[in-house]
């Protein structure tokens, strides 16, 4: 497979995100570690190097499994996961946002247990916490890193200025931000400004939450506890004006013999090699179509076709989410 550059950190340009293997879109968050640890050990075997994950995912679940995915693999992956959803208090923790150096050392101390390593690749701020300024948890990870307990940090959902003034303080390797071909707010300030710093761009929910790999069509099937069932883009009218992106994307990968999975993710990797998808699945079938992506060539029309479909109807996320998300 091949790569992509992430600042100074190379990683496969297709990676896995492993949120889904805390039970994330199952029934009462049902989990399968076997299948989960199976998915990731195909992941490497197909050229993966990326996994993505975070202490939240769980809590704690998604580190656990990838650390016992990948032991006596280290040398051949690069593990990202994510701090500062997570409030440690002593013995006990709880959710919330806290991106104090306290809780940043204390975060990774329980990554690293977790993973089973004694260092990270890609170490993440997973929210921008307001009551914390970034040169003060860009500093602490600053000295993670001179201890080397951490190779890389990045950013996730963090807005123009953030951005700048975390990164004078210390390189910031990758911005992580929702982008697909149904989310594509980046395009106008963010990725001009990566692209200005050096910093790569690491996109999640490349495949619109489910949606772009054509297989939903509607929500009825989901589980009550699927967060989906009230994101705005999935209900109502909304739903039914976006499965109209669906079927062009769809079209498309029909002409080249992709799936629309395929697709939606070959048009990322067509916007730079400084680009990382992390699709997200614990499903070996899914590891298989997803990475398959990497040979899928689209043609100048079809990726103007792609980049001239309707934006998506509906918010990205609910207004309580998207609180948490600078603009």
């Known amino acids: 497979m091949k790569n992509a550059h992430l600042g100074g950190l190379d990683v496969s340009r297709i990676g896995l995100g492993a949120m889904t293997m805390a039970g994330t879109y199952t029934a009462e968050g049902a989990t399968d570690d076997t299948e989960s640890i199976r998915t990731i050990h195909r992941a490497l075997e197909l050229g993966v190097t990326h996994i993505d994950t975070a202490e939240v995912y769980g809590p704690f679940h998604s580190e656990e499994v990838v650390g016992r995915a990948v032991r006596g693999r280290r040398d051949t992956v690069q593990i990202a996961t994510k701090f500062g959803l997570v409030k440690h208090r002593g013995d006990s923790f709880e959710l919330g ?185 614990r499903r070996i079938a899914r590891v298989e179509e997803n990475t398959a992506a990497d040979s899928v060539e689209l043609t100048p029309s079809q990726i103007t076709r792609l980049d001239d479909l309707a934006p998506a109807a509906g918010a990205r996320h609910d207004d309580a989410n998207m609180s948490s998300v600078e603009n």
């Open 97 to 281: 946002v806290d991106s104090s150096p306290e809780n940043v050392r204390l975060a990774l101390d329980g990554s690293l247990k977790r993973l089973g390593t004694d260092y990270i690749d890609l170490f993440y701020q997973h929210r921008v916490d307001p009551g914390v300024p970034i040169e003060d948890t860009v500093g602490v990870l600053a000295e993670l890193v001179g201890e080397g307990k951490v190779r890389h940090i990045g950013l996730s959902e963090a807005g123009v200025d953030t951005i700048r003034r975390a990164h004078a303080v210390h390189p910031v390797a990758a911005l992580q931000t929702e982008y697909s071909l149904w989310t594509r707010d980046v395009e106008a300030g963010i990725l001009p400004l990566l692209r200005e710093l050096g910093i790569g761009f690491v996109p999640y929910s490349p495949l619109g939450h489910g949606l772009l790999t054509g297989r939903i069509r509607s929500v009825d099937d989901f589980p009550d506890s699927d967060w989906r069932k009230t994101n705005p883009r999935f209900t109502g009218e909304n739903f039914t004006r976006n499965l109209a992106i669906v079927d062009e994307v769809k079209a498309i990968g029909a002409e080249i013999g992709a799936t629309p999975a395929q697709t939606a993710l070959a048009w990322i990797l067509t916007k730079g090699h400084d680009i990382a998808p992390i699709p997200g699945t």
